[in-house]
Structures are given as C-alpha cells and as structure tokens.
C-alpha cells in the first residue's frame, strides 16, 4: 500500500473504516478491522492508548467502562489486565479482547493503510510507536493524526519521517489554518462534516491535501459529501460506502 499512489487515482474516493467496521463489530478490535479489509476499505482508523505497563493499545476512550466489562482509566491497567476484559455487550462469548499496535500491525496485510490516531502524547508511548513505524516500515501506508501542532511537535522531535495529520478542533477549518498546516508541513487532513462546503474542498485540492472527511455514515450524506467534492470518507459502515461507490464508479483502481 501506498497512500500517495491510491489518493492520485483519478476519480477515486477513499474509504477509511472508523475504528474499523464499528458498526458491526467492537470497535477498534481485531474482528472489526479484518471485517473492514473485507468490506473493501482503504484505510483503517484506530487510537492508541497507553497500558500502566507503557504498551500502546488500541482503544478511543480514556476509561474502558463503554467497552468492556471494567470501569477505569486506561492506563490503570497493565496489558496482562487490559487482555482480561471482555467487550461488551456481544464480547462475553466471542472472548474479544483489546489489542495491541502491533498485534494489529502482524494482522492486517500490508495492503491496508492506517490512520492511527493518538489520545495520548507521553515521551515513552511515541517513542514506542515510533519505533514501530520503523520495524513495520510503516512510513508509506500509515499516518499519524494528533489533536494539536503541539503534540504533532512532540513526535516529529522523535522521528520527522511520519507523516502528520493535526485536528486543532477549537479553531475553525478555514483557509488561514490550512496554510498553517501546510507550512507545518502536514500532508493528511481531515475535516469535520460541519466544515465541508464545496469551496473549502476546492481549496483541500489546490494545497495538494490528502483529505479524509469524518464523518458519513448513509447513502444520502454519501451523495451529499461527494458532491461537494470529497476525496475520502470515514466511516462507521465501510461495506456500505464501499457499494455506494461502486454504484457511482468511484471505487475502481488500486496502488500498490
């Protein structure tokens, strides 16, 4: 996989599964994952969390208690006690547990690219996740989207070979910010639906982005996005997006 070829496939939208195919499965689990290769995804959208014992793990909040049958932080539990819980409500029986980075990294084939968001910025967990991007040679299928440009600073200081998304969510995504994580040296974007307008598209396409819009999740906001001129799509249903796309002949093509 490489992301710069799929996004200069002419015509082609990208497909991101949020947190997997989230819909159908847990979220941000293995089974939701390999269901999104299976839909047809491009790219998968999973966070990063740190275990008490410094293991990055995938999981979005900072407590477990939506997901599992426990009820604290994080970063309370060792990865021997995270891999205990189970998901719920369906986990109990299917015994699905929280992975690691790099349990997902051995698990889904090379042709999937990644957009790993991270919840948290401490030295010793980007340093780990750092370190992964070099044993997995991470650098041409997966990026790394960070909440502000002072986080992003932080891993750059580490390894300035990923390439960064930065949300900066309190400011409003108009041409000024744009600029300023171009000069920043961001190749990723990705917009909230509030902000998609056909001209703030036009100026995506202009500044050369690689824009993920988040988020859409029916075949109206589907139509709706791409008509104002989206190249990529996160999503909770994948499959459904995916042949929302055939049907239009906007998911055809593949980078290797």
């Known amino acids: 996989m490489n992301l710069k070829e799929l996004y200069a496939i002419p015509d082609r939208i990208i497909v991101t599964a949020h947190r997997g195919d989230s819909l159908h499965f847990p979220e941000n689990t293995i089974p939701a994952f390999l269901a999104a290769v299976e839909a047809g995804a491009d790219l998968i959208e999973f966070d990063l969390r740190a275990s008490r014992d410094k293991i990055p793990v995938v999981i979005h909040d900072r407590k477990v208690d939506r997901i599992s049958s426990g009820s604290s932080p994080v970063g309370d539990y060792s990865l021997k006690e995270l891999k205990q819980l189970d998901f719920l409500p369906a986990g109990e029986a299917q015994k699905i547990r929280i992975p690691t980075f790099e349990e997902v990294l051995k ?3 090379d042709t999937i690219g990644l957009n ?5 910025t401490e030295n010793v967990l980007l340093e780990k996740i750092c370190s992964l991007f070099d044993c997995y040679q991470l650098y041409r299928r997966a990026y790394l989207t960070l909440s502000t440009f002072a986080d992003a600073e932080l891993v750059i ?3 300035s070979r990923i390439e960064l998304c930065v949300l900066e969510r309190k400011r409003s995504l108009d041409l000024v910010l744009l600029k300023e994580m171009k000069n920043f040296g961001c190749k ?6 509030r902000d998609v307008t056909p001209e703030l598209c036009l100026q995506i396409d ?9 988020f859409s999740n029916t075949v ?37």
Request: proline share 5%.
């Open 206 to 214: 202009k500044l050369g982005f690689y824009a993920n819009m988040y």
């Open 107 to 109: 698990t889904l084939p």
């Open 220 to 256: 109206e906001d589907h139509h709706h996005f791409i008509t104002a001129g989206v190249r990529g799509i996160i999503t909770d249903d994948p499959a459904l997006l995916v042949q929302t796309l055939k049907n239009m002949d906007r998911h055809t093509g593949s980078a290797g």
């Open 157 to 159: 200081q580490i390894n």
């Open 188 to 193: 990723f974007l990705q917009p909230h639906r």
């Open 116 to 120: 790993i968001q991270l919840k948290e």
